[in-house]
């Protein structure tokens, strides 16, 4: 009898075997259909799977640098692309070379008839085009798209064995996915028909997440693994809106991603102090939060300045860091002038502020900054 069994065995196939114990052997785990991982797929799977972003002018490119060296110290194993449009300058097109392994100037003119004609139709959506244009990297089987705003804090390659298209949901309408991270297939019939769906029903943001919202429609609803969690792009708008859950979970977060307005490069930084100082857009306008901030600064001073200076040589450019000779000569001054005589900051009584935040009057440099709040927050939940 144990014989005959035995005997048996070998010629049945993975879902025959699974006939026979269902519960035990699930189909992932079956030696038949699973390749070795060790063996040459492993290599393959490397050098066809790349992380891809996309950098339209200079200051996204420097976001682009901070954002490939940081998937680099999480020692990614996958290739990294950046996609940079015709108007990003020579030293940086250099600098970003360095850290990626592609460099593809993508510019719209250039590319094939549909991308062409979509565009004359359209001109409007040029920019959001640019982005569609990942779909042509037919060299790699699979792709994460990342936007220039986003930073891995961990490595996150285990998004390759997502499908297309996964993406975590937007945190201003969760129906919705957020576009700054997603998994995809590049495929020539894909990118045109994005295209061609892009020229004759616009976009509904103005942008490419309500194109890739419009077009991937079923992603709401039709397969949970399709959504990716949170913590693979976490925003600054979610942690403001929703802090308690940023204090249960915000540590376990891969992915940060400066949404908004402002970005990290809007923001000059005192290398020698280590400070982030302020942007020239008005106080209240989504700050960021201060620790990712400073953790991108301290990235782009350590590893990413370095390679530009080399880039540049002598030709002055924008670094973003502020000199320490001028730092130094305003300390003077300050401490030359008398106290300013300016009036008192305006105070709010709690109810008052509590109006002011929910008319989204946020004093973020002030009462309601973000360590205001987490000290708050401590009080409550001791
Ligand atoms: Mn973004």
């Given at each position: 009898m144990t014989r005959k069994m035995w005997g048996l065995i070998?010629?049945?196939d993975c879902s025959q075997l699974l006939r026979l114990c269902p519960s035990q052997c699930k189909p992932f785990v079956c030696p038949i259909t699973?390749?070795?991982?060790?063996?040459?797929s492993a290599h393959r799977t490397m050098s066809d799977q790349a992380f891809v972003t996309l950098a339209t002018n200079d200051n996204y490119a420097k976001g682009a640098m901070v954002l490939g060296q940081s998937l680099r110290n999480h020692n990614t194993t996958r290739k990294l692309v950046a996609l940079v449009g015709p108007h990003v300058s020579e030293p940086c097109r250099d600098a970003l070379s360095s850290i990626f392994d592609e460099v593809c100037v993508v510019d719209v003119m250039e590319s094939g008839d549909t991308a062409h004609l979509a565009l004359m139709k359209r001109p409007d959506l040029g920019v959001t085009f640019t982005k569609l244009h990942?779909?042509?990297?037919?060299?790699?089987s699979k792709c994460v798209f990342m936007d220039a705003d986003t930073m891995v804090l961990?490595?996150?390659?285990?998004?390759?064995?997502?499908?297309?298209?996964s993406a975590a949901p937007d945190p201003?309408?969760?129906d919705c996915f957020n576009s700054g991270v997603f998994v995809f297939r590049p495929s020539n019939e894909t990118h045109e028909k994005l295209l061609t769906f892009c020229a004759e029903n616009g976009s509904f943001d103005g942008g490419d997440q309500g194109v890739l919202n419009s077009f991937f429609n079923t992603w709401a609803t039709a397969?949970?693994?399709?959504?990716?969690?949170f913590i693979y792009n976490l925003s600054s708008i979610a942690i403001y809106s929703y802090l308690p859950a940023f204090k249960q979970y915000?540590?376990?977060?891969k992915v940060v991603h400066f949404l908004?307005?402002?970005?990290?490069?809007?923001y000059t930084y005192d290398a020698q102090r280590g400070e982030v100082r302020g942007h020239?857009?008005?106080?209240?306008?989504?700050?960021?939060h201060p620790n990712y901030l400073l953790m991108w600064w301290q990235l782009y001073g350590k590893s990413v300045l370095p390679l530009l200076q080399k880039s540049y040589g002598d030709t002055p450019f924008n670094?973003?860091?502020?000199?320490a000779s001028n730092e130094d000569k305003l300390h003077e001054y300050l401490s030359e002038q008398p106290a300013p005589s300016s009036p008192p900051a305006q105070k709010f009584s709690s109810q008052e502020r509590k109006q002011r935040w929910e008319a989204g009057q946020i004093d973020y440099m002030g009462d309601d900054s973000f360590a205001n709040i987490e000290r708050k927050l401590d009080s409550f939940l001791k």
């Open positions: 070998p010629v049945l699973t390749p070795d991982p060790q063996v040459d990942c779909w042509a990297l037919t060299q790699y961990s490595n996150i390659d285990e998004l390759f064995e997502r499908e297309e298209l201003g309408w969760p397969d949970i693994s399709k959504h990716l969690p915000g540590h376990e977060a908004g307005k402002v970005k990290p490069w809007n020239t857009l008005s106080p209240g306008q989504n700050q960021l670094s973003g860091l502020i000199e």
